[in-house]
């Protein structure tokens, strides 16, 4: 069993854990007093406009800013919101932009700069005392730096050496497979092919990502299911449907373009079927974002008709209980199955049939945490309407069981022939602006053997056949010392993932660790013996190579694919764009390889025309996103083509787990985003739907299970996990917050709370880290009872 203390002192020492709790967490350091009411506005609205306001003030940017966001999300002229991945609306005003979205870009143009005089200001033991948020509020990187063990500090280093660096360390490995690689999902389409193809030729394929830790279970089970790993749905399709259920997502803060959907789909006749244990601000009213006659009306617009707040992992039983519900009531009437569909596409059904007449309602009952009234009452809801879709994000994702669940999900849409027809379908809500064309573009660990050869086949390269390692994977090999070069494209890896501690002693070991970042984090606090920080444009930055101004293509959740071109004056004439420093870093590593890396930086329309030879789907690459709103990629499922093994959408037979912990003294807590936040980015310590100021070291509990353990509103706790491997883990001082979350349940956020998620808690189907699912034991604080 792990020491509880000895695992505090090496946390103090990387900046990851606070020797004092500091009111903050991760963001802005305060003393102002916190304070949590309910939140009764509608979301958006002008709450959403003074939140933008404040990072405007905050980044020094506020007329450019407000100019940017009239380009932004514009058809050919502008460039994409890096922020999350619902498409684009491209009917009416083409302006479609969230509060959230607007942070996220102001953030990125901020005036502030970290250049060599900042440091040579500051050793990296005196940074790792800085919280995040401090981190990236010291502005944008503009030089590439490499650590100078002498001083503790980060010194200049030309983009020359720099390359010659990574060159010369990773052919002085044994293999290939002693380096990883990580994606953050920002990364654009022609950057990530790039940069797969670099990675493949040079021998490895060591891709962990994000996607990793997001939708990795999705992929697998809509694969495993229909045959293709993406949703099938179109805005469309939303805009036209009869039911919703939408499971396990807190739209309003991480999708907020999608109330529009939502709103739209209402007006409609939709009805909004919310799935969570909380009940998030989505499931009321909103103001619809882009909206400004309404927001000067107040004038709010129905989001939701019906809240189900299931125990955490519940949502399987909930599923299956309206599968019953299908089977009970075609005894009586065999048409509510969609028999013919079933016959000529599926198959598994009958087996599939007799598993659910086989589970009790009770067994649902309590493994969902709802009643037998309103599990019957959502499966009237499902026989009612005619086209159904069923949405899902990390709530379901990040569970144990997260392949079988988002089967079963499938398993309900097939019983009423609910994909491949308008108004239906499955449709997971991705992250990253790009993380689904990350894996398009072939980031993926272990891809399939067709891309894989296709590629050879056109690039002349032999591209490994072994499965590589994942996020998870790689941690573990770092930590063991069999990985020893770590390069990053974007994102906060040591922050994001599970156990920051086991994961910075794991980095720290490397030989050598490259960050490719626009803002400074703890990822190039906690480096390799050499380290390089290596400075990239933004995404709404000008990016002029030989042939001129480039752009760059993203895809979003629902596989629409664009060009976004960004605007801005580079925040320092030093930066590169992401395919220049991929193949810069290629020629370093591979001298003589006779693919010409510098053509696909002169021009991207060079490497375009590669892709659309190798993926599929993009054939005329460079013609398709001639066109405003780009082009959708094909999904085959969409059009009842299931490229499964047997040819057909297969019924699965997962069992009903067990949600509930081992023991009844302990909790389920999920980690998830305030408001304020972009996954490890804080820009301020409050969550307006949730009605928290000030304050991010909070741990939401039902009330019952905080007087059951003596605990008041407000007071100190202390929160131990229990690891699958048994180890524990704690976080001291959090404050007690009663919210109505179920019994058994609880919530704080990330990333702040992955210190109590250990190596070892990951999923056995898909690999991902359980973040929705930790165990814990909650009690006073031995320390300080209250303040
Ligand atoms: N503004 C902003 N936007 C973002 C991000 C951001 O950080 N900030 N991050 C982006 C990324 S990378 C991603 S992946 C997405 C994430 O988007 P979300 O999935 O909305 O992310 P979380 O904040 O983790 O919220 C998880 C939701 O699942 C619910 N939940 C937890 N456990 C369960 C369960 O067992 N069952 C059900 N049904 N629900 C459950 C929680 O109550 C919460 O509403 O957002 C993207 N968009
Ligand atoms: N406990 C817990 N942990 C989680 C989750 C959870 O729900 N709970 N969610 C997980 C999920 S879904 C995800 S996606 C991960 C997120 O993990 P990451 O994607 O690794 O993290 P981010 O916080 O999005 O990365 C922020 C950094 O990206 C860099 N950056 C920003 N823009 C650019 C750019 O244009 N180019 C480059 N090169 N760099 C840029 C900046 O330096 C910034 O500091 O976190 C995971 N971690
Ligand atoms: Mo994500």
């Known amino acids: 069993m792990t020491s509880l203390d000895d695992k505090s002192t090496q946390g103090v020492a990387f900046g990851l854990m606070p020797e004092i709790p500091r009111q903050g967490g991760y963001g802005p350091v305060t003393d102002r007093p916190w304070s949590q009411k309910d939140y009764h506005h509608p979301a958006a609205g002008w709450g959403a406009t003074v939140s933008v306001g404040e990072v405007l003030l905050r980044s020094k940017a506020p007329v450019s800013g407000a100019l940017a966001m009239l380009t932004m999300n514009h058809p050919i002229k502008g460039f994409d919101c890096p922020g999350c991945a619902w498409p684009d609306d491209q009917n009416g005003l083409g302006l479609d932009i969230c509060e959230n979205g607007m942070k996220h870009v102001t953030w990125e143009m901020t005036h502030k700069r970290v250049g060599s005089g900042f440091f040579s200001k500051h050793t990296v033991a005196e940074l790792a005392t800085w919280t995040d948020f401090e981190l990236e509020n010291a502005g944008r990187l503009t030089e590439p730096m490499v650590y100078d063990p002498e001083t503790d500090r980060y010194a200049p280093i030309s983009w020359d050496d720099a390359f010659a660096l990574i060159g010369e360390e990773l052919r002085a490995l044994d293999s290939p497979d002693q380096a990883t690689f990580y994606t953050s999902g920002r990364l654009s389409n022609e950057a990530s092919f790039m940069y797969q193809l670099m990675m ?122 309206v599968a019953k519900v299908v089977f009970e009531a075609a005894e009586a ?142 941690i573990r090999a770092m930590h063991e010392g069999a990985v020893k070069v770590f390069i990053a494209l974007g994102g906060n890896f040591v922050a994001a993932v599970p156990d920051p501690l086991y994961t910075a002693q794991g980095m720290s070991q490397c030989n050598l660790t490259v960050q490719v970042s626009t803002k400074l984090n703890r990822s190039h606090i906690v480096h390799g013996e050499k380290a390089l920080i290596l400075p990239c444009l933004g995404r709404t930055e000008r990016d002029e190579q030989e042939s001129g101004l480039q752009g760059q293509t993203v895809e979003d959740a629902m596989s629409m694919v664009h060009l976004s071109v960004g605007k801005k004056k580079p925040a320092s004439e030093h930066l590169l764009s992401e395919p220049d420093i991929i193949a810069r870093m290629a020629r370093a590593v591979l001298p003589d390889s006779p693919l010409p890396w510098e053509s696909y930086v002169a021009d991207y329309d060079v490497i375009r025309d590669v892709m659309a030879e190798v993926l599929p789907g993009f054939e005329g690459f460079n013609d398709l996103i001639a066109h405003p709103n780009g082009f959708r990629i094909p999904q085959p499922a969409r059009e009842l083509d299931f490229r499964t093994a047997s040819g057909k959408a297969e019924f699965s037979l997962p069992a009903l787990y067990d949600v509930l912990p081992a023991s009844e003294d302990m909790l389920v807590l999920q980690t998830m985003r305030s408001h304020d936040q972009w996954n490890t980015t804080i820009y301020a310590n409050n969550d307006r739907y949730r009605g928290v100021k000030n304050i991010r070291e909070l741990i939401f509990m039902n009330e019952t299970d905080m007087s059951d353990r003596g605990i008041a509103q407000g007071d100190f706790v202390d929160i131990v996990s229990t690891s699958k491997d048994g180890s524990l883990r704690e976080l001291r001082q ?39 699912s930790i165990h814990v034991r909650v009690s006073p604080s031995a320390a300080r009872q209250t303040a």
């Open 734 to 772: 959090y404050r007690a917050v009663a919210y109505n979350t179920p019994r058994g349940s609880a919530a704080g956020y990330m990333p702040e709370m992955n210190i109590l998620i250990g190596p070892a808690d990951f999923s056995a189907q898909s690999d991902q880290p359980l973040m929705k």
């Open 333 to 474: 009437d065999p048409s509510v199955l969609a028999a013919d569909f079933i016959e000529r596409y599926t198959q598994g059904f009958a087996e599939y049939r007799a598993l659910v007449e086989a589970t009790p309602w009770s067994e649902l009952v309590l493994q969902s945490g709802l009643t037998e009234e309103q599990l019957r009452h959502a499966g009237g809801l499902y026989l009612k309407a005619d086209k159904t879709i069923i949405s899902w994000c990390l709530g379901v994702s990040q569970q144990e069981h997260a392949v079988d669940m988002v089967r079963e999900f499938t398993n309900v849409l097939l019983l009423r022939g609910n994909i491949g027809r308008p108004g239906a379908g499955p449709a997971p809500v991705r992250g990253h602006s790009n993380v689904q064309g990350n894996r398009t573009c072939g980031i993926d660990h272990h891809a399939p053997a067709a891309l894989l050869d296709r590629l050879d086949a056109v690039l002349g390269i032999t591209s490994p056949r072994e499965p590589g390692l994942d996020t998870v994977a790689s």
């Open 200 to 321: 493949r030729e040079y021998g490895t394929n060591n891709m962990p990502d994000c996607s990793n830790m997001c939708h990795e279970a999705s992929g697998r089970a809509l694969r495993a299911s229909i045959g293709t790993g993406k949703g099938t749905t179109t805005l469309e399709d939303w805009e036209n449907t009869d039911l919703l259920f939408l499971i396990g997502v807190n739209a309003a803060s991480n999708a907020p373009r999608m109330l529009t959907s939502l709103s739209n789909a209402v007006k409609n006749g939709a009805l909004v079927v919310h799935v969570n244990p909380l009940v998030e601000a989505a499931s009321t009213r909103t103001i619809v974002p882009h909206d400004f006659v309404d927001m000067a009306l107040f004038k709010t617009h129905t989001t939701g008709t019906l809240d189900l707040q299931v125990r955490p992992g519940g949502d399987m039983a909930l599923m299956r209980a």
